[in-house]
């Protein structure tokens, strides 16, 4: 099986928070405009789609926007490295670290990531939290990959060598991981770790309510 995991709500729990500073203040840098004051629903999107709304929301329009994208993820990578706590460690969903290396065991299993952080602040964020090494470089897809969630699932599998669909797993923690699950073909197990209850996950195959009943709908697989 071919595991695709989402960190925020799922691996890490309240770890989001520098990450939300870093998007806003590339913003204001990037396009020298202040951010927004407003608060957008972010749980479960793409760096690039949650900064756009936020972009729009300052008055800078979709062309200046897509001109300064690249340089906007360099600086919100560059700026999330300066913000992120020395250590993460406090912050790994409980039981999830247990579940990895059980799972890291198993022969049958690959681990890898279907994330909307960018990558070098998706893999910053592992390496502090002490779970980086259960996911290998090359691997996985990130924000920095599509802006659009519904093609991540896809991009991972070809990175893992053309994975089938009836052996590839989407975990997450919101609605938008569901949907890009069934949008490439896969199931998906929802945990209610994060900010959604359990009865928001119902279209997920199977709906846990923490890690540890996480690990007992993987063993039935």
């Known amino acids: 099986m071919l595991l695709l995991f989402d960190i925020d709500g799922t691996l890490l729990l309240r770890a989001s928070a520098e990450h939300a500073t870093a998007l806003r203040e590339a ?7 202040p951010a927004p004051p407003q608060r957008i629903s972010a749980a479960g999107r793409t760096d690039t789609a ?7 929301l300052a008055g800078v329009d979709a062309e200046r926007f897509d001109a300064g994208l690249e340089h906007f993820r ?13 250590s993460l460690a406090d912050r790994v969903a409980p039981g999830m670290r247990e ?13 890898s990531l279907v994330t909307g952080n960018y990558e070098p602040v998706a893999r910053l964020k592992l390496e502090r939290a002490g779970i980086g090494r259960h996911f290998a470089p090359g691997q996985g ?16 599998r070809a990175r893992a060598g ?30 209610a770790t994060g900010p959604h209850p359990a009865s928001e996950l ?14 007992s709908l993987l063993e039935a697989r």
């Open 202 to 215: 119902n279209g997920a195959d199977a709906v846990a309510a923490d890690a540890w009943e996480l690990a």
């Open 141 to 156: 897809a990130f924000g920095s990959d599509a802006e659009s969630r519904d093609e991540l699932p896809a991009i991972a």
């Open 74 to 86: 360099a600086v919100c990578a560059e700026r999330f490295a300066q913000l992120c706590p020395a």
């Open 27 to 33: 913003l204001a840098s990037v396009y020298e405009t």
């Open 162 to 191: 053309g994975h089938p669909r009836a052996g590839t797993i989407v975990i997450g923690d919101t609605p938008l991981d569901i949907a890009c699950a069934r949008a490439d073909g896969l199931a998906v197990l929802a945990v």
């Open 50 to 56: 949650i900064a756009r709304e936020l972009a729009a």
């Open 99 to 111: 579940l990895l290396a059980r799972l890291e065991r198993r022969c049958d299993v690959s681990l």
